[in-house]
């Protein structure tokens, strides 16, 4: 927890400090009080005193009492402030850190725990961060304070204050020793809330059509008695403090007064009972003072194990180092021979037993359109992840224009490429907000922009028939789209980029034949006018190298499952089961590659296949 406070800002340190002051000026003013009330007792208990002179200590004790509520208020004031300002920055490094992990960080913490994490660990900081400076920062001052003032009072009157305090010091040790191991329960427990939820909302569909709601709710209430269970052991065993509090601050009253009976009679034939009367009085205000400083103790020490398990869940995440590390190289070289080139790579998930793909190497030269086939699980995607340096490849590497990618700065890099996922992702906001997403490193985009990408994703029909066009609302997740629609702005997000390197990892798989022989007409005939446009993206900004590959067209990368998707393509690469089984353009691997002939052959009719080879032939 004491790691957090690291991030506190100078301003809230002072505030922080504030506090403290604050909180020695209502001590103060708190344990002044009882001597006036003593006053007023021996005043009013004085025969001819006059009633000014009562007064006087009245009108002291009720600005005092206002002095120190007005510090009570201030100092709330200033913890909740500290505290939220707390809360905020965690909150706002918590996102910044999980933004920057991979799929291999993520998949360490599993996102429901970074959720947790980043929303329940962080309330319970925040929660314990105000009670601690409205309440721990003091108390330490008030039993300090409270025993020296009781100290030079009647030592029987100290000691049944000391074995009240004992009592109680006892009672906590013991429920904190038995609460502790259920607090550090209870934070994984809420993540294993947050999963199934989330499980059961984003595979609503499925749970449905396979009338599995029986199933998933027995799921969610596994994980909700679960937690139930540990949070009322936890609540059951801190209750339990609650009557031993009053009974030791009841007991200790008891003991104050019969103590004062015993001492009142012992002095009465002395004369000083009014002495020993006023004593009680003023020890009793000081007792109550004190007490009331344990019991606010015994309420806030049970949030301290939770706590403190949350910051340790919030530090583990802020010291993780994301395992794909930055580079410092902002530009490629623009007269490289190839603008992609793989040698040799291998690589492996995390905790995998073998090799994912293997041995890979291959070249793709400016302007060239590369299509990568294979069966479900050759590695496609995989490869596509690493182009993006989602993961570090575990042997070899990939190069782009000649720089390794492990050298570039990965928000240079990124504004080279148009990316489009295998799954359609589209965030809650506009049409315009998902096409015109992110930042280009070209100064934003316009209408002009916008429509283009939609025109050439063939959306622009159905996005003029919504009633606000640009402006129409897309739900979370795209829900309110059908799936080629999703996937056509998520190819209109890739486009606007106008990007040096396209790459669609399956993301032609919604589309029909027709709008997918469209849309590629149409990515075809912007590479083409790109060359137009190289000197005006020059003058807007854009490095020479962009400009000059604009000038020799879009290279573009594509994944896909369907042999008429990529047959035009000037290369083909065939992955099966890891390794490259071939690579070339349509007709040769008809010819030479085997397991492309297998795809071909269960997609084509024998009529379309010879056809194809014959107009080859001819040509």
């Known amino acids: 927890m004491l790691k957090l406070l690291k991030y506190l800002k100078p301003v809230e340190w002072a505030q922080a400090a504030a506090v403290f002051v604050l909180a020695l000026a209502q001590i103060w003013l708190d344990y002044t009080l009882p001597d006036f009330m003593a006053r007023i007792t021996r005043l009013v208990q004085t025969p001819g005193t006059p009633v000014s002179e009562i007064w006087r200590p009245g009108v002291y004790m009720i600005l005092f009492a206002l002095g120190s509520l007005a510090c009570v208020i201030a100092i709330s004031f200033f913890a909740s402030r500290v505290s939220a300002a707390l809360a905020a920055r965690l909150r706002g490094m918590v996102y910044d850190k999980v933004a920057a992990f991979t799929q291999e960080d993520i998949g360490r913490f599993t996102s429901s725990s970074l959720i947790t994490r980043s929303t329940n660990d962080i309330t319970q900081v925040q929660t314990l961060t105000m009670a ?28 049944a204050t000391a074995a009240s305090i004992m009592l109680i010091a006892i009672v906590v040790t013991i429920v904190m020793r038995v609460v502790l191991p259920e607090f550090r329960k209870m934070q994984p427990l809420v993540d294993r809330q947050n999963l199934t939820i989330r499980e059961s909302l984003t595979g609503r569909s499925i749970v449905r059509a396979y009338n599995a709601e029986g199933y998933q709710t027995a799921k969610s209430e596994s994980a909700n008695e679960a937690f139930t269970s540990t949070d009322l052991k936890t609540n059951r065993t801190m209750v339990a403090m609650s009557p031993f509090n009053s009974i030791a601050t009841n007991g200790l009253n008891i003991a104050v007064y019969i103590i004062g009976a015993y001492l009142i009679k012992a002095a009465a034939g002395t004369g000083n009972a009014l002495t020993v009367f006023s004593d009680i009085v003023v020890f009793s205000s000081y007792v109550g003072v004190l007490m009331s400083a344990v019991k606010f103790t015994t309420k806030v020490l049970p949030r301290i194990p939770r706590a403190s398990v949350s910051a340790g869940r919030i530090n583990e995440v802020l010291a993780t180092e994301p395992s794909v590390k930055d580079g410092t190289v902002e530009e490629g070289d623009a007269g490289a021979d190839a603008v992609i080139a793989v040698n040799n790579l291998s690589f492996r998930y995390p905790g995998a037993a073998d090799d994912v793909l293997k041995d890979i190497s291959f070249t793709v030269r400016r302007g ?6 294979g069966s479900t699980g050759s590695g496609k995607s995989t490869l596509m992840s690493l182009l993006m340096r989602f993961y570090d490849i575990s042997e070899g590497e990939i190069l782009i224009q000649g720089v390794n990618v492990k050298q570039y700065v990965k928000r240079k890099m990124y504004n080279r490429i148009g990316y489009t996922p295998q799954r359609s992702v589209l965030f809650r906001g506009t049409v315009r907000s998902n096409v015109a997403y992110g930042d280009n490193g070209k100064g934003g985009y316009s209408d002009e922009d916008v429509g283009r990408a939609l025109r050439t994703a063939q959306a622009e029909g159905f996005v003029e028939s919504l009633e606000d066009g640009y402006a129409a609302a897309i739900a979370q997740g795209g829900s309110n789209f059908s799936g080629g629609q999703r996937q056509r702005l998520c190819i209109a997000r890739a486009v606007c980029r106008q990007p040096e390197i396209l790459i669609f990892d399956d993301s032609f798989s919604a589309l029909d034949y027709k709008t997918e022989r469209d849309l590629r007409g149409a990515m075809n005939s912007a590479a083409q006018g790109a060359a137009q446009g190289a000197a005006q993206g020059a003058a807007q900004g854009i490095t020479q190298g962009a400009a000059q590959g604009a000038a020799q067209g879009v290279t573009k990368l594509i994944v896909a499952q369907r042999i008429s998707s990529i047959m035009d ?18 007709s040769e691997l008809l010819k030479e590659c085997g397991v492309y002939r297998e795809i071909a052959q269960s997609q084509l009719s024998e009529e379309e296949l010879g056809g194809r080879r014959h107009g080859e032939d001819e040509q």
């Not at 000037?570 to 349509?586: E, M, P, T, W």
């Open 132 to 159: 601690g400076l409205q309440m721990l920062l003091k108390v330490p001052i008030l039993v300090v304070g409270g025993i020296i003032k009781i100290s030079g009072m009647n030592y029987r009157w100290t000691l």
């Open 368 to 373: 060239e359109t590369v299509a990568f086939i």
């Open 569 to 586: 393509a000037d290369k083909i690469i065939v992955l099966d089961d890891g390794r490259i089984a071939g690579q070339g353009v349509h």
